[in-house]
């Protein structure tokens, strides 16, 4: 600043875009000279002026101050930042806090493959198709090993890649879009939880929309079909050619066929036709003993639905008076069913994702 | 090569765009502070400020051998940070189309509190802090206010970031300016002894 242009500068303004002025009250260590206080002596009459000022610039200061980042967040952010320089992103895991919620889905797609090259990784028609349609550049990853291959994607969600099987995706996941990843083989998915940014898995005609879970893609060159298994959480699924398809996957909900534990869902490629049952071996949600002591049989099947997340049918009325005494621990749930059944003298079938249990009833 | 708290940031820029990760690292340590306390304010939700700078350096450093000699770092790393926090806030369906197309958006305030304020009563002025009053300028008057006099960018590197019309720009500072400093008048006197004496 020109000394000659002291007498004028009686704005606030002014003052605050004064470069050694904010020098001046900011970083007083720094402040080589004594020119404003000298400027203060001189001008008495500026003192007002300049007061506010300063008092501006220090609320100001104040209040960045107040908001800056913790030492904690400071350094996690700058190792998570780290850990992505240098990879394309197989690398250890550092979980957010956000991301420790993930659900567990397990999820097995069984797609119709068709070998291009013997030896090598067979790759889908269809994912070569998809993945040409993509705009964005793409990374992908294939396992020719015959072990699993841990992948982690740009969103810290992993994926274990089996043998034969590629995947490609975005090689940043930009904020707000969706995370899009294309399959051809199998996979097993450990999604972060992301509720604004569905995670969706192309895998042949079917699209899968999760929000935020963990899940198997299996791919089966044997069979013409499509499978999903889940194991926890929630996933949709659609076909590709659904004319829908593109609002359901636009959706924040999940639409089309609702998976949910223990349920599978088989598509087959040949009739389009998609067909919703239960798993082979349904593992419990949540693990529990079982012991029931002249329990009333809806209990029963109650505390089974919670623990399995499947729905069992069956007249409540007719089975009202049915008691049952058992302890139920390791046995799958088909076994632990039949022991039931064996019990109240009826049996059970699935029909769709449900169980059905008839039986005559027991007398009072 | 090391790098000091002098070292300019052009000379760190040019530095980190060769792979240089120690003029990496001090970009971060350098701006890191400042962009988070400023994130907060447009965002208001601390998970979205942390991810949307993570995003940043990580993009920053990916995307570095094509990325121009910027004017200032300091105005490519605000302004890149404000977009993607903008565009989270879109997706999330905030309000953010206040925060973009209207003037007076005012960070939350309790009647009570404004009307207090409308009042004027000098006892009320007296103890409310000064950081307070901030709090009571509207957002966008008070980002202007912020990036203006605080970071030391110009009008045309503010329009350019809240894209909006330099006079808007001018409009905002103004009247922040303006509100400021009728809050701070009452203040001043007590300010000044504190500060002095």
């Given at each position: 600043?020109?000394?000659?242009g002291?007498?004028?500068?009686?704005?606030?303004?002014?003052?605050?875009?004064?470069?050694?002025?904010?020098?001046?009250?900011?970083?007083?260590?720094?402040?080589?000279?004594?020119?404003w206080?000298d400027?203060?002596?001189?001008?008495?009459?500026?003192?007002?002026?300049i007061?506010q000022a300063r008092?501006?610039?220090l609320?100001?200061d104040?209040?960045v101050?107040?908001n800056?980042?913790?030492?904690?967040?400071?350094?996690?952010?700058?190792?998570?930042?780290?850990?992505?320089?240098h990879?394309?992103?197989?690398?250890?895991?550092?979980?957010?806090?956000r991301?420790?919620?993930?659900?567990?889905?397990v999820?097995?797609?069984?797609?119709?493959?068709?070998?291009?090259?013997s030896?090598?990784?067979?790759?889908?028609p269809?994912?070569?198709?998809?993945?040409?349609?993509?705009?964005?550049?793409l990374?992908?990853?294939?396992?020719?090993?015959?072990?699993p291959?841990?992948?982690?994607?740009?969103?810290?969600?992993i994926?274990?890649?089996?043998?034969?099987?590629?995947?490609?995706?975005?090689?940043?996941?930009?904020?707000?879009?969706k995370?899009?990843?294309?399959l051809?083989?199998?996979?097993?998915f450990?999604?972060?939880?992301?509720?604004?940014?569905?995670?969706?898995?192309?895998?042949?005609?079917?699209?899968?929309?999760?929000?935020?879970?963990s899940?198997w893609?299996?791919t089966?060159p044997?069979?013409?079909?499509?499978?999903?298994?889940?194991?926890?959480?929630?996933?949709?699924?659609?076909?590709?050619?659904?004319?829908?398809?593109?609002?359901?996957?636009?959706?924040?909900?999940?639409?089309?066929?609702?998976?949910?534990?223990?349920?599978?869902?088989?598509f087959?490629?040949?009739?389009?036709?998609?067909?919703k049952?239960?798993?082979?071996?349904?593992?419990?949600?949540?693990?529990?003993?079982f012991?029931?002591r002249?329990?009333?049989?809806?209990?029963?099947?109650?505390?089974?639905?919670?623990?399995y997340?499947?729905d069992?049918i069956?007249d409540?009325d007719?089975?009202?008076?049915?008691?049952?005494?058992?302890?139920?621990?390791?046995?799958?749930?088909?076994?632990?069913?039949?022991?039931?059944?064996?019990?109240?003298?009826?049996?059970?079938?699935?029909?769709d994702?449900?169980?059905?249990?008839?039986?005559?009833?027991?007398q009072? | 090569?090391s790098?000091?708290?002098?070292?300019?940031?052009?000379?760190?820029?040019?530095?980190f765009?060769?792979?240089?990760?120690?003029a990496?690292?001090?970009?971060y340590?350098?701006?890191?502070?400042?962009?988070?306390?400023?994130?907060?304010?447009i965002?208001?939700?601390?998970?979205?400020?942390?991810?949307?700078?993570?995003?940043?350096?990580?993009?920053?450093?990916q995307s570095?051998?094509?990325l121009?000699?910027?004017?200032?770092?300091?105005?490519?790393?605000?302004?890149s940070?404000?977009?993607?926090?903008?565009?989270?806030?879109?997706?999330?369906?905030?309000?953010?189309?206040?925060?973009?197309?209207t003037?007076?958006?005012?960070?939350?305030?309790?009647?009570?509190?404004?009307s207090a304020?409308?009042?004027a009563?000098?006892?009320d002025?007296?103890?409310?802090?000064?950081?307070?009053?901030?709090?009571?300028?509207?957002?966008?008057?008070?980002?202007?206010?912020?990036?203006?006099?605080?970071?030391?960018?110009?009008y045309?590197?503010?329009?350019?970031?809240?894209?909006?019309?330099?006079?808007?720009?001018?409009?905002?500072?103004?009247?922040?300016?303006?509100?400021?400093?009728?809050?701070?008048?009452?203040?001043?006197?007590s300010?000044?002894?504190?500060?002095?004496?």
């Open positions: 600043m020109a000394a000659n002291i007498a004028e500068m009686v704005n606030v303004d002014e003052l605050l875009k004064n470069e050694s002025f904010r020098d001046w009250v900011l970083k007083p260590a720094s402040a080589s000279d004594a020119y206080p400027f203060m002596a001189r001008y008495p009459d500026q003192q007002p002026v007061d008092s501006i610039l609320a100001l104040h209040d101050r107040e800056h980042p913790t030492p904690e967040q400071y350094t996690r952010i700058y190792a998570n930042i780290q850990d992505r320089m990879t394309a992103p197989v690398r250890t895991l550092a979980i957010g806090r991301w420790l919620i993930a659900a567990t889905v999820l097995c797609l069984g797609v119709a493959l068709y070998r291009l090259f030896g090598k990784s067979p790759v889908s269809h994912y070569s198709a998809l993945v040409d349609r993509v705009e964005v550049a990374l992908e990853n294939v396992n020719d090993t015959p072990k291959l841990k992948v982690v994607l740009p969103d810290k969600s994926v274990w890649l089996q043998p034969e099987s590629r995947i490609s995706y975005a090689k940043n996941f930009t904020s707000g879009a995370r899009e990843v294309y051809s083989g199998n996979a097993f450990d999604i972060t939880k992301h509720p604004d940014q569905p995670f969706f898995v192309y895998a042949d005609e079917l699209i899968t929309k999760v929000l935020g879970t899940f893609v299996k089966n044997a069979n013409d079909r499509v499978v999903v298994e889940v194991k926890t959480g929630k996933v949709s699924v659609f076909a590709r050619s659904d004319s829908r398809a593109g609002q359901m996957q636009a959706n924040r909900e999940l639409e089309g066929v609702v998976l949910t534990p223990n349920q599978q869902l088989t087959s490629n040949l009739d389009v036709r998609m067909k049952s239960l798993v082979a071996n349904p593992e419990p949600v949540i693990n529990q003993e012991a029931f002249d329990e009333r049989v809806a209990t029963v099947f109650s505390s089974l639905e919670q623990a997340g499947i069992i069956y409540e007719l089975l009202a008076n049915c008691l049952l005494t058992a302890t139920l621990t390791d046995e799958p749930l088909y076994e632990k069913l039949k022991l039931i059944c064996k019990g109240i003298e009826g049996h059970y079938e699935i029909v994702a449900q169980i059905v249990v008839t039986a005559k009833g027991c009072e | 090569m790098y000091s708290k002098k070292t300019e940031d052009k000379v760190l820029w040019q530095a765009k060769r792979g240089d990760e120690t990496f690292a001090e970009l340590k350098r701006y890191m502070g400042l962009l988070f306390s400023y994130g907060k304010k965002s208001g939700d601390e998970q979205a400020v942390e991810d949307g700078i993570q995003d940043l350096f990580i993009d920053l450093w570095r051998s094509r121009g000699d910027v004017e200032t770092a300091r105005f490519y790393l605000f302004s940070l404000r977009r993607k926090l903008i565009h989270t806030l879109r997706q999330d369906k905030l309000p953010a189309d206040n925060l973009d197309h003037e007076e958006w005012k960070l939350p305030v309790s009647p009570a509190h404004e304020l409308i009042n009563e000098i006892a002025f007296q103890t409310a802090s000064l950081q307070d009053r901030l709090k009571q300028l509207p957002l966008r008057q008070y980002e202007v206010l912020m990036l203006y006099y605080y970071h030391g960018f110009s045309t590197q503010i329009s350019d970031m809240m894209s909006i019309n330099e006079q808007s720009v001018r409009n905002l500072q103004h009247r922040g300016l303006q509100k400021l400093r009728q809050l701070i008048t009452w203040a001043v006197v300010l000044f002894l504190f500060n002095f004496l």
